[in-house]
């Protein structure tokens, strides 16, 4: 599995130009990319990351890679990011990593946003292979436990008998659905419950998704509307 995640990485990581803004996002794949994008640095590439978690923002730091806040560019020119599923329609679940609030973010002020996967990721309808994540505040979480759980989900905190603290000091529920058959109504309807900070659905904003599989990559490219 590793290899097929390390050769989608160093595939996505083609697309990396010289003088390149670049977000980094977070999980065991980007991992690989991440290494990829610090070789490039040693190489003379003058590049520049925006981390979406401390534990990127700590590999990037190790491998000397420069890094900037979202404030201080004008837009991201590339992020390299992974996805729990992946739909024919290039929309995602993220957020198994706890990072899906600064990789929205991230995401949404990309000009391209390229998904390194392995074909274990790719399903026909999001929600049949993973729960989907939805960070959430501390105060009254068990008040939107509940509240999501009227949309038809099983709501399990992460981490149970000691909750996983996102880096924002919030809380995550992995919401079980059967499947997600309408994501842009689901979406809305999270972020309409008061406490609910943001939702691992994401939505119209990978453009590419690179496939690692045993024997090739494969690279898919969302076509423009």
């Known amino acids: 599995m590793s290899e097929m995640k390390i050769k989608a990485a160093k595939k996505a990581v083609e697309y990396v130009e010289d003088g390149m803004v670049l977000g980094l996002g977070t ?23 925006i981390p979406t978690s401390i534990e990127t923002e700590k590999q990037a730091r190790s491998l000397n890679i420069p890094l900037t806040d979202l404030e201080c560019v004008d837009h991201i020119d590339l992020t390299i990011d992974g996805a729990d599923e992946v739909d024919p329609n290039f929309n995602l679940i993220k957020g198994l990593g706890g990072a899906l609030l600064h990789e929205k973010i991230v995401a949404y002020y ?50 149970a008998e000691v909750p996983f603290v996102t880096d924002n000091g919030n809380y995550i529920y992995d919401c079980k659905f059967t499947s997600i058959l309408e994501p842009y109504g689901l979406e809305s309807r999270l972020n309409s419950i008061p406490g609910v900070v943001e939702n691992g659905l994401f939505l119209d ?5 690179v496939i690692g599989t045993e024997n090739e990559t494969r690279i898919l490219e969302k076509k423009a509307d």
């Open 27 to 49: 999980g065991s794949t980007t991992k690989f990319a991440v290494d990829e994008i610090g070789k490039l640095v040693a190489n003379g590439y003058d590049l520049v990351g």
């Open 110 to 159: 990309s000009q391209k946003e390229i998904i390194i996967v392995d074909s274990s990721k790719i399903v026909n309808v999001l929600g049949t292979r993973v729960s989907l994540p939805v960070e959430v505040i501390q105060f009254s979480h068990k008040k939107t436990k509940e509240a999501l759980e009227r949309l038809g989900c099983v709501a399990k905190l992460r981490g």
């Open 205 to 209: 904003l990978a453009s590419h998704v």
